[in-house]
């Protein structure tokens, strides 16, 4: 596996507002992707995560920085010379064409020889199991079908690296499970690198090999998505990827100042958490990691017990802290 198969390297790319202001979209971004890695971007809306996607693509052209494919870079090619696709939210099928005519065009747009064509409609229809599809209109296909063709249309076209800007997220929750699954399938039959955005952190963690999270243009953590789950770097990254409670206190002797009178002993923090020698700090626990008692660590009071199903969420006030 080459760890650096696809290189971003120092991108910045700053937007002139049509107010006269500045949007650094993309501020002194580097990682590197490997072959074959299903690789997330994650993070919250106007982090800048579609400014990446589309540098990569040729479709926005940074003002520093460069973009290495396999040791060649690629930033100053125009998109069509560049091996990518891209997969968007919305599906861009052409309405007039039949699915293996959307399909095939792309091929036939690359003078692709015609038995080559079809042999590859065919795998790339197998792949995304629509078999027996090849000549409905897109209109008389689901939604889910219809992000079924568009994936098949990039996969038919062989990319070294397929890009893909939030494509579940116009989905309802139960049909985007099941493309979750089926998009971890594709990605490992096909052994194709992914490059994944997404603002859904469970998403994020259910399919990323690694995960890359954003902030206000800048990579906060590159990690596994149990590292950047169990280690959080900062109470940013511990607050958006999956629930938590983060709890203001002082270190004092032999643990943390908890609000209510209450303290934390020190050996019941993670092993490498840091702690300063004095002064304020946030404590971040996962529900998970609670254990409810009569007589525990940390006095609260009972506020809310919400049953969810799977699970039963209580709030539970600690001093003024609710
Ligand atoms: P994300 O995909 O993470 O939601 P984007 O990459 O689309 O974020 O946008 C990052 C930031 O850059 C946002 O503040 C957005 O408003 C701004 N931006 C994106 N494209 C343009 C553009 N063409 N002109 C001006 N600002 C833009
Ligand atoms: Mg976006």
Do not use: W
Not at 51 to 67: H, K, M, N, Q, V
Not at 188 to 197: L, P
Not at 250 to 259: D, E, F, W, Y
């Amino acid at each position: 596996m080459n760890e650096k198969y696809l290189e971003i390297r120092n991108i910045t790319k700053v937007f002139q507002t049509p107010e006269g202001g500045e949007v650094r979209a993309l501020d002194d971004v580097s990682l590197d992707i490997a072959s074959g890695e299903f690789f997330i971007l994650l993070g919250p809306s106007g982090c800048g995560k579609t400014t990446l996607l589309r540098s990569i693509a040729g479709l926005e052209y940074p003002d520093s920085g460069e973009i290495v494919l396999q040791g060649e870079r690629i930033d100053d090619k125009p998109p069509y010379e560049r091996p990518v696709n891209t997969v968007f939210q919305s599906y861009a099928l052409f309405p007039h064409m039949t699915v293996s005519a959307n399909i095939a065009f792309g091929l036939e747009m690359e003078n692709v020889d015609k038995d080559e064509v079809t042999t590859r409609v065919t795998e790339a229809l197998a792949q995304v199991r629509l078999e027996g599809y090849e000549n409905r209109m897109p209109s008389q296909l689901s939604g889910g079908q219809q992000q079924r063709v568009a994936l098949a249309r990039a996969l038919a076209k062989k990319p070294k690296v397929l890009l893909l800007d939030e494509p579940l997220s116009a989905l309802d929750l139960k049909l985007r499970r099941g493309m979750q699954v089926e998009l971890k399938r594709l990605q490992r039959e096909t052994g194709i690198t992914f490059v994944f955005v997404t603002h859904d952190q469970e998403e994020a963690m259910s399919m990323g090999d690694r995960i890359a999270v954003f902030s206000e243009g800048k990579i906060v953590q590159l990690d596994t998505p149990v590292e950047v789950y169990r280690r959080p770097v900062n109470a940013y990254v511990a607050d958006f990827i999956g629930e938590t409670n983060l709890i203001k206190g002082t270190v004092v002797a032999g643990g943390i100042s908890l609000p209510g009178g209450n303290i934390l002993p020190t050996d019941q923090l993670a092993e490498d958490s840091v702690i300063p020698a004095s002064g304020d700090v946030t404590v971040a626990i996962r529900p998970e990691d609670l254990v409810l008692a009569t007589n525990g660590m940390i006095g609260g009071t009972v506020k809310d017990v919400i049953f969810t199903g799977d699970s039963v969420r209580v709030h539970v006030a600690v001093g003024d802290v609710e």
